[in-house]
């Protein structure tokens, strides 16, 4: 990489950071210190606003640098991401986002413990919740790894860990001096700045096949070395059953796992009223519609004009597919072009993976200080503020989500998050949805239906070949791979569901109907919802 490029990313990178921290000052002084600001920011967020904010949420790294780079590597498979992820947003939409709006206050906790015993119902959901936000957390740290270092020309292990200690301190510094108004305001302005850098670069693949999709396809097919089997399915999952049950995992967990992310769902929170909810979510529609529409075109056309060699040659993984693609369509490697578009671009992805890492931290931290520790320290004399534990939990979320970045540093980006959506699948999304509709649910069932995926989701990834047993796994050298797929939805999620019902058939816990009826109308109306 030239000095040309590290000395502009350098500035675009600086000038952003200096941009959000301006921001983050701003909101902190603008704070009165209460957890409905710290954790909503005020609900004062219009439904265009929230709608941005929403859409810079979900448009992670692993959209921009993962699932580009899985469809320029594998083609029509990569596309699976693109549509589990699109599908799963219409899930959000369709079951879960304005009823979960209407029930809660500030976390996913508070809609389930509205009719149950509160105690044991929050710290499972609360240790759920945390879990979830950490695995995405370490997939947008990767994502910051392989970007500067191929940015800068950093490619030392050293210089990648360093990058992910300094992603780690900035998201602890938005969050514990900013709250969500902070939050916010960075996902907005990072939202404008993805959506303006992808419908460039969008627009550049386009007309150099002069609008000609299908020689664009035929292009990419014909550099991947692939040949037909490029556009058509089972490249990278049709090699046998046992691959051919990883695709169906993955897909469960696409869809089904944004409904259980945590830092997803709290976006409903800051809006004034259910009505603001539900036009704030048709912005975020077209937003997040239209951005992986075209993804769909980087991942095609990065295969087609950079070449899967390049991108495997830059990183193992394929995450530095658009950045490399935007220094080609800009005029190459020694141009002027080339050199601004490139350090735009990957100034772009930075944004991106800092203002997910901002939100992320932002849910967890108010699991742990709205669920956990409001629920440990009950009767124990006063408590500290929950605010202050939040910004607290913050640092140590932080830690450990740097840690676990650089393990997992050689991984893709996307597949990172796929990990996570089945988690948030497997343990979040039973016990969200029988609170919401089952009448006759307990609190020993949707306890049950948190330890029931979550546990058995986690075991899973522990023995699959992610962790251990084969020359791309987290530890190569080791071999204790007893389950053979590499994503667990298809047997954690099952296991999540069956046994919130079976805890709920066991128990002696008289349902209460008065509550049920209670949650049932706030949540379909939105009287009486904070």
């Given at each position: 990489?030239?000095?040309?490029?590290?000395?502009?990313?350098?500035?675009?990178?600086?000038?952003?950071?200096?941009?959000?921290?301006?921001?983050?000052?701003?909101?902190?002084?603008?704070?009165?210190?209460?957890?409905?600001?710290?954790?909503?920011?005020?609900?004062?967020?219009?439904?265009?606003?929230?709608?941005?904010?929403?859409?810079?949420?979900?448009?992670?790294?692993?959209?921009?640098?993962?699932?580009?780079?899985?469809?320029?590597?594998?083609?029509?498979?990569?596309?699976?991401?693109?549509?589990?992820?699109?599908?799963?947003?219409?899930?959000?939409?369709?079951?879960?986002?304005?009823?979960?709006?209407?029930?809660?206050?500030?976390?996913?906790?508070?809609?389930?413990?509205?009719?149950?015993?509160?105690?044991?119902?929050?710290?499972?959901?609360?240790?759920?919740?945390?879990?979830?936000?950490?695995?995405?957390?370490?997939?947008?740290?990767?994502?910051?790894?392989?970007?500067?270092?191929?940015?800068?020309?950093?490619?030392?292990?050293?210089?990648?860990?360093?990058?992910?200690?300094?992603?780690?301190?900035?998201?602890?510094?938005?969050?514990?001096?900013?709250?969500?108004?902070?939050?916010?305001?960075?996902?907005?302005?990072?939202?404008?700045?993805?959506?303006?850098?992808?419908?460039?670069?969008?627009?550049?693949?386009?007309?150099?096949f002069h609008g000609d999709f299908d020689r664009l396809l035929l292009t990419a097919a014909g550099r991947s070395g692939h040949g037909d089997a490029f556009l058509a399915p089972g490249l990278a999952y049709g090699g046998d059953w046992t691959a051919r049950f990883d695709f169906i995992s993955l897909g469960l967990a696409l869809v089904l796992g944004t409904a259980g992310l945590p830092h997803i769902l709290s976006r409903f929170y800051t809006?004034?009223?259910?009505?603001?909810?539900?036009?704030?979510?048709?912005?975020?529609?077209?937003?997040?519609?239209?951005?992986?529409?075209?993804?769909?075109?980087?991942?095609?056309?990065?295969?087609?004009?950079?070449?899967?060699?390049?991108?495997?040659?830059?990183?193992?993984?394929?995450?530095?597919?658009?950045?490399?693609?935007?220094?080609?369509?800009?005029?190459?490697?020694?141009?002027?072009?080339?050199?601004?578009?490139?350090?735009?671009?990957?100034?772009?992805?930075?944004?991106?993976?800092?203002?997910?890492?901002?939100?992320?931290?932002?849910?967890?931290?108010?699991?742990?200080?709205?669920?956990?520790?409001?629920?440990?320290?009950?009767?124990?004399?006063?408590?500290?503020?929950?605010?202050?534990?939040?910004?607290?939990?913050?640092?140590?979320?932080?830690?450990?989500?740097?840690?676990?970045?650089?393990?997992?540093?050689?991984?893709?980006?996307?597949?990172?998050?796929?990990?996570?959506?089945?988690?948030?699948?497997?343990?979040?999304?039973?016990?969200?949805?029988?609170?919401?509709?089952?009448?006759?649910?307990?609190?020993?069932?949707?306890?049950?239906?948190?330890?029931?995926?979550?546990?058995?989701?986690?075991?899973?990834?522990?023995?699959?070949?992610?962790?251990?047993?084969?020359?791309?796994?987290?530890?190569?050298?080791?071999?204790?791979?007893?389950?053979?797929?590499?994503?667990?939805?298809?047997?954690?999620?099952?296991?999540?569901?069956?046994?919130?019902?079976?805890?709920?058939?066991?128990?002696?816990?008289?349902?209460?109907?008065?509550?049920?009826?209670?949650?049932?109308?706030?949540?379909?109306?939105?009287?009486?919802?904070?």
């Open positions: 990489m030239t000095d040309d490029h590290q000395t502009l990313a350098l500035l675009l990178f600086s000038a952003f950071i200096a941009v959000t921290l301006a921001i983050t000052t701003w909101a902190s002084r603008n704070r009165h210190g209460s957890a409905e600001e710290f954790y909503a920011g005020g609900r004062l967020f219009s439904p265009m606003e929230n709608g941005f904010a929403i859409a810079g949420d979900y448009m992670s790294a692993a959209s921009f640098l993962g699932v580009t780079g899985l469809i320029a590597l594998f083609g029509y498979d990569g596309l699976l991401y693109v549509v589990g992820f699109l599908v799963a947003w219409l899930v959000v939409l369709f079951l879960v986002a304005e009823l979960v709006r209407n029930c809660g206050r500030f976390t996913l906790a508070d809609v389930v413990a509205a009719r149950m015993s509160e105690r044991p119902v929050r710290i499972a959901a609360g240790t759920s919740s945390v879990t979830v936000s950490v695995l995405y957390l370490v997939a947008q740290m990767v994502g910051a790894g392989s970007l500067v270092a191929l940015l800068l020309g950093g490619t030392s292990p050293a210089a990648r860990a360093w990058t992910v200690i300094g992603v780690g301190a900035l998201m602890v510094i938005y969050v514990s001096l900013g709250g969500m108004r902070a939050t916010t305001w960075i996902q907005i302005v990072k939202a404008v700045l993805l959506l303006a850098g992808t419908v460039a670069l969008t627009v550049l693949v386009l007309v150099r809006v004034p009223t259910a009505r603001a909810a539900r036009r704030s979510a048709l912005w975020s529609i077209g937003l997040i519609g239209g951005f992986y529409l075209m993804t769909i075109v980087l991942g095609f056309g990065a295969a087609a004009i950079v070449g899967p060699e390049a991108i495997r040659g830059a990183n193992a993984a394929g995450n530095t597919a658009v950045p490399l693609l935007a220094l080609d369509l800009g005029g190459g490697a020694n141009s002027t072009g080339g050199t601004i578009l490139f350090a735009i671009v990957g100034a772009v992805a930075f944004a991106t993976i800092l203002a997910v890492v901002a939100g992320i931290t932002l849910a967890s931290s108010a699991s742990v200080a709205h669920d956990l520790y409001a629920s440990l320290r009950r009767g124990r004399g006063k408590p500290r503020s929950e605010v202050a534990v939040a910004r607290v939990a913050s640092v140590g979320i932080g830690v450990v989500a740097i840690g676990l970045g650089l393990l997992a540093r050689d991984l893709n980006v996307a597949f990172l998050v796929g990990l996570a959506f089945a988690v948030a699948a497997s343990a979040n999304l039973p016990v969200l949805l029988y609170s919401l509709f089952w009448r006759g649910f307990t609190t020993r069932g949707a306890v049950w239906a948190v330890y029931g995926g979550l546990i058995p989701a986690l075991v899973l990834v522990v023995l699959s070949p992610v962790v251990s047993g084969s020359p791309e796994s987290l530890f190569p050298g080791v071999d204790f791979q007893y389950f053979p797929l590499q994503n667990p939805g298809l047997v954690s999620i099952p296991l999540g569901f069956l046994a919130g019902w079976l805890g709920t058939v066991t128990s002696d816990e008289v349902p209460d109907e008065a509550k049920h009826a209670e949650t049932e109308v706030r949540s379909l109306t939105g009287a009486g919802a904070a």
